[in-house]
C-alpha cells in the first residue's frame, strides 16, 4: 500500500520536474526560432551597434543599444539605492536590534515585496515623480531616476532578507573574537561580519540585480517609452521589458517583423540575466574557496 | 606599570592586584551561576580555575573582560577590579578594557582573513596606521607564540588554511598583539593535540613575565604544570584557593581532593 502511494509521488515529482524543463525548452526555442527569423531580415551588426530603435516607426532603425541602456539606467539608479539601504538594515537587525524589534520590522519588510509592482509604478508615477521634480528642476515626467528609485524601494526587501540570512549565518565564535579584542559594535558589523558574510551578501546583490532588470510594470508606467542611448537619469527611456509589453499590448500585427523585434529583444534580456547569474555562481565559488 | 586612567573618581585598592574580585554573584536570569566568589590574582602569574562542567569557570572568566554583557539576563553583583578599577562601573569603557584584558577562546576563531591581518586587527581597530609599527608587533606577537617561522612566508594566506593548533597560537598572538595586561584563557588546548597542546602550554610559562594569565582547565596535568595558583569551583562556589602545589598534594577540602583524583585517575 505504501510502497504503492509511493510510487504515485514520485511519478508526480517526476512529472513536474519534466514539466518545468520541458516549458524552459519551449519557451526557449520559440525565443530562438523567431530570433532566427528576425536576423534573417536585420542583421546582427545593426542590431548591436546602431544607435537607434524605432521600429514602430517610417524610418526604421534596430539598433539595441536604448534599450538596453534604458535597462541597466533603471537598474543602476535602483541598485544604487536599494544596496546600501537594503544592506544597512540588514546590519541593523542583525547586530543592533533586539530580538522583538526584529521580528516586528522583518515580516514587515517582506510585506514589501508582496505589493503588486503595478501599485509600484503608480506611486513613482503620482507620488514619487511630483516629489522629485520639487527638487530636481528640470526632471520630465516619466524619468529613469524615479522608476529606478522606486524600483529600489521594491528591492530592498529581497537585498535585506537574503544578507540578513548571510550574516546571521556567521558564526557567533567570530563576533565574539572581535568583541574580545576590543571592537564596537560598528567596528565587529564592518570589519569582521560584514566580510565573513560576503559571498552571501554578494549574491543578494546580484539576485536584487536580476531582479530589477526583468521588472516589467514600474518601468512601463513611470519611465516612459522613448527609446534614448543616454546615461542622463533624468529624461523618459525606454527599457526592454517595458518595449515588449509596449509591442504585445498595442495593435502591431502578428507575424510582421515589428512583432519580432520583441523576440529579439526578449532574447537580449535572457543572455543578460544568464549572463548575471553565471557571475553570481562564479564569484560563490570564488568567495568559497577564500574563506573555507 | 599599568596606569589606570579614570574620569572624576579614582577607585582605590591598597593591594597591587591585577585582579581582584569581592563577594562576586551572577546570575542568567534568576539562576544563580556564581555564588559570592572572593579571589585576588597577582599580576605575572598564571591561575588556573578547575571544577567539574557547570561550576561556573567560564561565566567568572567572562566577567573578568565583561563577555556577558551580550546575554539577555545576566547581572553581577559585587565588585570585580583590574588593575585597581571597578570593571562593572558605568563610566567604564567596555572597549578600552577589553584592550587591557584579552581573551582566547576555547575553539580557535581567527578572522576570515589573512594571517597578518588577523594580528594587526587590534591595532587597527584602534587607528593606529603607521606601517612600520604595526608590522613590528606582528613579528613580534607571532614569535612570541612561536608560530613565526611556521607562517613568514605566508602571511597573505588565509588564516583559515593553518591547522588547528597554529590557528590558536595566532589567536594568541592577535590577543598579545595589542599587549593587555592580562591574558584570559578559556580550555584553549582542549580541542587540541597534545603536541599543540604543549607548545601552548610551553608558550604561557614563557610568557608569564610579561601578562597575567587566567585559564580554565579541565587538564589537571596542565593546570599542575603551568599555575601558580589553582582555584577550585563547584556549583557555583570558589570551594578553595591556594598555591597549586598545595592545592595538588595537600588541598585543605576533601571535595577538591575526590575531584582532583577523579580528574587524574
Ligand atoms: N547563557 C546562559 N544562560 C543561562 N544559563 C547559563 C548560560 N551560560 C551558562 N549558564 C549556566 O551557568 C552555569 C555555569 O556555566 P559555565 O559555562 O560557567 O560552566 P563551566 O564551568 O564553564 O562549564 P564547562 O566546564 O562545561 O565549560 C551552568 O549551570 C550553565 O547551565
Ligand atoms: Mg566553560
Redesign the interface.
Known amino acids: 500500500m505504501a510502497r504503492k502511494s509511493e510510487k504515485y509521488i514520485e511519478g508526480g515529482l517526476f512529472a513536474g520536474a519534466l514539466f518545468t524543463v520541458l516549458t524552459t525548452a519551449l519557451i526557449l526555442g520559440v525565443l530562438l526560432y523567431e530570433t532566427v527569423i528576425f536576423f534573417s531580415d536585420v542583421s546582427i551588426v545593426e542590431f548591436l551597434t546602431d544607435r537607434q530603435w524605432t521600429p514602430l516607426f517610417d524610418e526604421k532603425h534596430f539598433g539595441i543599444l536604448p534599450l538596453l541602456s534604458g535597462t541597466i539606467l533603471t537598474t543602476l539608479v535602483a541598485i544604487a539605492f536599494s544596496v546600501p539601504v537594503g544592506l544597512v538594515i540588514a546590519i541593523y537587525l542583525n547586530e543592533y536590534s533586539g530580538r522583538r524589534f526584529r521580528s516586528i520590522v522583518k515580516p514587515m519588510l517582506e510585506m514589501l515585496a508582496a505589493v503588486p509592482t503595478v501599485v509600484y509604478g503608480f506611486f513613482a508615477l503620482v507620488i514619487i515623480t511630483p516629489f522629485l521634480q520639487g527638487i530636481i528642476p528640470g526632471l520630465a515626467g516619466f524619468s529613469a531616476l524615479s522608476a529606478g528609485l522606486v524600483m529600489g524601494i521594491m528591492i530592498i526587501p529581497y537585498v535585506t532578507s537574503l544578507s540578513e540570512d548571510a550574516l546571521f549565518a556567521v558564526p557567533y565564535s567570530l563576533r565574539e573574537a572581535a568583541y574580545g579584542m576590543g571592537s564596537t559594535r560598528f567596528q565587529t558589523a564592518f570589519r569582521v561580519t560584514l566580510p565573513a558574510a560576503s559571498s552571501g551578501v554578494i549574491v543578494a546583490i546580484i539576485l536584487a540585480i536580476s531582479r530589477a532588470i526583468g521588472e516589467t510594470m514600474i518601468v512601463a508606467i513611470a519611465a516612459g517609452q522613448q527609446p534614448r542611448l543616454t546615461m542622463n537619469p533624468l529624461v523618459p527611456i525606454e527599457t526592454i521589458t517595458a518595449y515588449i509589453v509596449q509591442v504585445s499590448l498595442g495593435d502591431v500585427p502578428h507575424n510582421s517583423l515589428e512583432y519580432r523585434t520583441i523576440f529579439a529583444a526578449g532574447i537580449t534580456l535572457f543572455a543578460l540575466t544568464f549572463l548575471l547569474n553565471s557571475m553570481g555562481n562564479w564569484l560563490r565559488k570564488k568567495f568559497r574557496e577564500k574563506y573555507d | 606599570m599599568t596606569e589606570t586612567k579614570q574620569h572624576g573618581e579614582t577607585v582605590q585598592t591598597e593591594s597591587r592586584s591585577a585582579i581582584e574580585i569581592r563577594n562576586l554573584s551572577t546570575y542568567y536570569g534568576d539562576f544563580r551561576a556564581l555564588d559570592d566568589i572572593n579571589l585576588t590574582v597577582d599580576p605575572m602569574t598564571v591561575t588556573a580555575l578547575i571544577g567539574p562542567s557547570g561550576c561556573g569557570k567560564s561565566t567568572l572568566i567572562r566577567v573578568l ?1 565583561r ?1 556577558n554583557d ?1 546575554i539577555d539576563g545576566f547581572r553581577v553583583e559585587g565588585q570585580v577590579l583590574v588593575d585597581g578599577q571597578d570593571i562593572y562601573d558605568k563610566k567604564v569603557n567596555v ?5 587591557r584584558v ?2 582566547v ?1 576555547q ?1 580557535p ?5 589573512s594571517i597578518f591581518e588577523n594580528v594587526a ?2 591595532l587597527k ?2 587607528g593606529i596606521k603607521e606601517k612600520s609599527f604595526i608590522e613590528e608587533r606582528v613579528v613580534k606577537s607571532l614569535q612570541q607564540v612561536v608560530l613565526w617561522d611556521e607562517v613568514k612566508d605566508n602571511l597573505k594566506k ?1 588564516a ?1 588554511g593553518l591547522s588547528g593548533g597554529q590557528q590558536q597560537r595566532l ?1 594568541i598572538a ?2 598579545l598583539a ?1 599587549e593587555p595586561s592580562i591574558v584570559l584563557m578559556d580550555e584553549p588546548t582542549s580541542a587540541l593535540d597534545p603536541i599543540s597542546t604543549a607548545k601552548i602550554e610551553e608558550l604561557v610559562f614563557e610568557l608569564k613575565s610579561q601578562y597575567t594569565f587566567v585559564i580554565v582547565t579541565h587538564n589537571m596535568q596542565q593546570a599542575a604544570r603551568i599555575s601558580d595558583k589553582t582555584a577550585f569551583f563547584y556549583m557555583g562556589n570558589l570551594i578553595e584557593v591556594g598555591d597549586t602545589q598545595q592545592i595538588f598534594t595537600n588541598p585543605g577540602v576533601k571535595r577538591t581532593e575526590y575531584y582532583i583524583r577523579g580528574q587524574f585517575g
Not at chain 2, 95 to 99: F, G, H, I, M, V
Not at chain 2, 109 to 113: C, G, I, L, S
Open positions: 573582560n563577555m551580550y572597549e578600552q578594557l577589553r584592550k584579552g581573551m577562546f575553539k576563531n581567527p578572522f576570515p582573513k586587527y587590534g581597530i584602534q588565509n583559515f589567536c592577535r590577543t595589542v
